[in-house]
Nanobody, 121 residues
Framework: QVQLVESGGGSVQPGGSLRLSCAASGSSAAVNTMGWYRQGPGNQRELVASITNLGTPHYSDSVEGRFTISRDKSTNTVYLQMNNLEPEDTAVYLC???????????????WGQGTRVTVSS
């Protein structure tokens, strides 16, 4: 079981920056990916960025070059540095943990409660 707690959301002007944090606690598969999804008004939930336990990142086309995902093994925390924010980035951002191997017969997937990001002038 994994518990995820996000923080760092807020309101910024276009061009501004925010840094989201997601702290994971508990225990699950050592081979896993953590990532950030977002869901804006009227939009489906979409993957923003993810990073494996080995540090391999993935970015959606819409944020590549502006956002950076990182992972701190010592604190089991994943970060999303968001630069050059645009109004289209406004959404609730949710942290996700997904096991990539089975542990005790199951692959776990876990979600945080989300942190809101608002980008407006």
């Amino acid at each position: 079981q994994v518990q995820l707690v996000e923080s760092g959301g807020g309101s910024v002007q276009p061009g501004g920056s925010l840094r989201l944090s997601c702290a994971a606690s508990g225990s699950s598969a050592a081979v896993n990916t953590m990532g950030w999804y977002r869901q804006g008004p009227g939009n489906q939930r979409e993957l923003v960025a993810s990073i494996t336990n080995l540090g391999t990142p993935h970015y959606s086309d819409s944020v590549e070059g502006r956002f950076t995902i990182s992972r701190d093994k010592s604190t089991n925390t994943v970060y999303l540095q968001m630069n050059n924010l645009e109004p289209e980035d406004t959404a609730v951002y949710l942290c996700n943990w997904r096991d990539l191997i089975s542990v005790r017969g199951r692959r776990g997937e876990y979600w945080g409660q989300g942190t809101r990001v608002t980008v407006s002038s």
